[in-house]
Structure formats: structure tokens, C-alpha cells
């Protein structure tokens, strides 16, 4: 099933949307959807390998570094 949306972006945005379905034989609902995908192909930047949901402060990470 298909929806019709439409989306209000500036037209130098929709201009390279345009230049990049045409340039790859799609309609721009099909260049979005290849655009979102190889957007959600991207594995997400890590740092490290130590990940905690609290912040630490300055006294906990001078403590953790030894100082």
C-alpha cells in the first residue's frame, strides 16, 4: 500500500535529490529510500570500548585515571 506525503525541504536539497534519482534511474520516493538505508547501513561511532548510561564527573574520572 502506498501513502502520499508531501515535504517541504529547501530547493537546493530537493535539486540534488532530483540530480540523484536521475542520475541513477529512480523516482525521488525511490532515491529517499535508497538514501535512508544506506543511512541505517552505518554502524554507530563508538569510542572505546566502556559504555555507562551515568556521566562521570571530574572527581570520578581523575579518580579512574589514577590522579
Not at 540523484?20 to 554507530?44: H, S
Not at 566502556?50 to 562521570?56: A, G, K, V
Given at each position: 500500500m502506498s501513502e502520499v506525503t508531501t515535504i517541504e525541504v529547501p530547493k537546493a536539497v530537493c535539486d540534488k535529490l532530483r540530480a540523484?534519482?536521475?542520475?541513477?534511474?529512480?523516482?525521488?520516493?525511490?532515491?529517499?529510500?535508497?538514501?535512508?538505508?544506506?543511512?541505517?547501513?552505518?554502524?554507530?561511532?563508538?569510542?572505546?570500548?566502556?559504555?555507562?548510561?551515568?556521566?562521570?564527573?571530574a572527581e570520578e574520572i581523575d579518580k579512574e585515571l589514577g590522579v
Open positions: 540523484f534519482a536521475v542520475a541513477r534511474g529512480l523516482t525521488a520516493a525511490q532515491a529517499i529510500d535508497v538514501l535512508i538505508d544506506a543511512a541505517d547501513a552505518r554502524p554507530k561511532p563508538t569510542i572505546g570500548g566502556y559504555r555507562s548510561n551515568d556521566p562521570l564527573s
